[in-house]
């Protein structure tokens, strides 16, 4: 190792849909991807729309071994994985992670369903990447480079949704995106991912007001996120998978709102870069 660096890039923190348009410049539009690097290894979460950016960066610096985990395959997760570049490099090594399929089907599998015609033209044989696929248990303990400690549950979603907790040199960042909470509880699960982390990413698509009307929905809010930042002993959460209607000015007064109940509350943006 090179560095012992823990930095955080959000490429895509928009839920459902990608967006644009002035209303969205500030916090952006793409759908979920978040990349962590961890020394020199490079790890992505999710394969949404940012993921095309991300690709491009990661090409034009060269990095060849990439890691990506999904938290589900619902389409804002996956929109970009047809159009990542180093899928297409026959010096790329990308291996890829699931644990919320239960047994339905492989990673791969799953990849092969998505990119096909007649919803792609071509599918995964003809990337000429080397591509290594995985399956695991929520709950299971990942070791995906040494010093690299991932621990997984289970979330709240429709079709199921994992949720991961990185450790890497001290350090801690937690992954908790698409998961519905109960109101007036907070998730066992949830809790034992994002206990005193550094920096915790939440699922806000919904506020405490609206929530009511989206049950079944399998998402949360961000005043659950600072109820869960309080409880934990987390030093911070960024609150992610903002709804696709949430404008700039939307998100500015729930991020303002939110600092004065929890300081370390802020609401992720697009090309946002955390150093840990």
């Known amino acids: 190792m090179t560095t012992d660096r823990f930095q955080i890039k959000l490429w895509g923190v928009r839920g459902s849909l990608p967006v644009s348009g002035p209303a969205f410049r500030k916090f952006?539009?793409?759908?979920?991807?978040?990349?962590?690097?961890?020394?020199?290894?490079?790890?992505?979460f999710d394969a949404g729309s940012g993921l095309l950016p991300a690709g491009?960066?990661?090409?034009?610096?060269?990095?060849?071994?990439?890691?990506?985990f999904f938290t589900?395959?619902?389409?804002d997760h996956i929109a970009g994985l047809p159009f990542f570049p180093p899928l297409y490099c026959d010096k790329s090594r990308l291996k890829v992670w699931s644990g919320h399929l239960?047994?339905?089907m492989t990673t791969m599998q799953m990849i092969e369903s998505y990119m096909r015609r007649p919803f792609f033209p071509i599918g995964p044989d003809l990337c000429h990447a080397c591509i290594e696929t995985d399956e695991f248990q929520p709950g299971t303990v990942l070791t995906p480079h040494p010093g690299i400690t991932i621990r997984t549950a289970m979330l709240n979603h429709p079709g199921n949704a994992v949720g991961y907790r990185v450790e890497w040199g001290g350090r801690v960042v937690a992954l908790i995106t698409d998961t519905e909470h109960e109101p007036g509880t907070l998730d066992p699960a949830v809790l034992g991912l994002i206990a005193g982390a550094d920096l915790f990413l939440y699922d806000a698509t919904f506020t405490d007001e609206d929530f009511a009307a989206f049950k079944g929905f399998g998402h949360s809010t961000w005043q659950q996120g600072v109820r869960l930042a309080q409880a934990s002993g987390a030093k911070s959460v960024g609150f992610i998978h903002h709804a696709?209607?949430?404008?700039?000015?939307?998100?500015?007064?729930?991020?303002?709102?939110?600092?004065?109940?929890?300081?370390?509350?802020?609401?992720?943006?697009?090309?946002?870069?955390?150093?840990?």
């Open 28 to 44: 952006g539009g793409n759908t979920m991807c978040i990349e962590m690097r961890c020394g020199d290894h490079v790890l992505l």
């Open 102 to 104: 239960d047994g339905t």
């Open 244 to 276: 696709k209607r949430r404008t700039d000015g939307q998100l500015t007064a729930i991020e303002r709102r939110a600092k004065r109940l929890f300081p370390g509350a802020f609401c992720g943006r697009e090309m946002q870069v955390i150093d840990i």
């Open 56 to 68: 491009a960066a990661l090409k034009d610096e060269g990095q060849k071994d990439l890691t990506l």
């Open 72 to 75: 589900h395959c619902h389409y």
